[in-house]
């Protein structure tokens, strides 16, 4: 199995440039979510969605949007790219029952510059 | 005050010692505790769950106070391979909660 595949690993775009970062998953779990990291931080969610149709902010969601119409699938847009949104991006899942103790599973990441 | 709180090392050490690391919590009512590894410029992988009467695996010991809001993480006989960055995770209000990690450096 794949696991989570995130493309593309590295990209720069230009202030004002949208662009939507891919995350799929093959092992039918109903949890997915985005994560920013930033030096020094923890990683922060942006969005996660429980399933196919349903999706709900984190604690970062501002420049960001995501859907969910299959359960593999879990784009993030970002809108209008701005400086700020420069970081790596974690695409990660889990099983829908039993909350995080099964563990996460995440992507390898998005290394996004924003110039 | 951050809901969880790492020292962010980093932490040099020579191969073959014991090292630990120590995490703060702020919300008591956090439900799930654990701990994370990730290598540079990689994602983080679970490394173990953090349970209240403490757990070991191999060399890593987890132990939880919850009185205190405190989660420790002990690696004995450490190897060249255990130099990573370890990341607190507290799952609370059905989030993961995450550390800004401790970064270790093991040194031959």
């Known amino acids: 199995n794949a696991g989570v595949t995130q493309t593309p690993k590295f990209q720069v775009l230009k202030t004002g440039q949208s662009m939507t970062l891919q995350c799929a998953q093959d092992?039918?779990?109903?949890?997915m979510s985005w994560y920013r990291q930033d030096p020094g931080m923890g990683l922060r969610l942006i969005h996660y969605?429980?399933?196919?149709?349903?999706?709900d902010q984190g604690e970062v969601p501002n420049g960001y949007n995501v859907s969910r119409s299959t359960t593999e699938d879990f784009p993030l847009r970002l809108l209008s790219a701005a400086p700020s949104q420069t970081s790596v991006y974690f695409c990660?899942?889990?099983?829908?029952?039993?909350?995080?103790?099964?563990?996460?599973?995440f992507g390898s990441g998005t290394r996004l510059t924003v110039v | 005050r951050k809901e969880v709180e790492q020292d962010p090392g980093p932490f040099n050490v020579p191969e073959g010692a014991t090292v630990a690391f120590n995490c703060t919590y702020s919300?008591?009512?956090?439900?799930?505790f654990f701990w994370y590894r990730q290598d540079c410029r990689k994602e983080p992988k679970l490394l173990m769950s953090?349970?209240?009467?403490?757990n070991e695996d191999g060399r890593f010991t987890a132990q939880l106070n919850r009185a205190s809001q405190y989660i420790s993480l002990l690696i004995r006989d450490s190897k060249l391979s255990d130099s990573a960055t370890y990341l607190c995770?507290?799952?609370?209000?059905?989030?993961?909660?995450w550390g800004a990690g401790t970064k270790l450096i093991i040194k031959p």
């Open positions: 990660a899942s889990r099983p829908g029952t039993g909350g995080a103790s099964y563990g996460y599973t």
């Open positions: 092992m039918n779990h109903e949890y």
């Open positions: 969605s429980v399933g196919a149709g349903i999706t």
């Open positions: 919300n008591s009512a956090s439900q799930s």
């Open positions: 953090v349970y209240s009467s403490g």
């Open positions: 995770v507290v799952y609370s209000n059905y989030q993961l909660i």
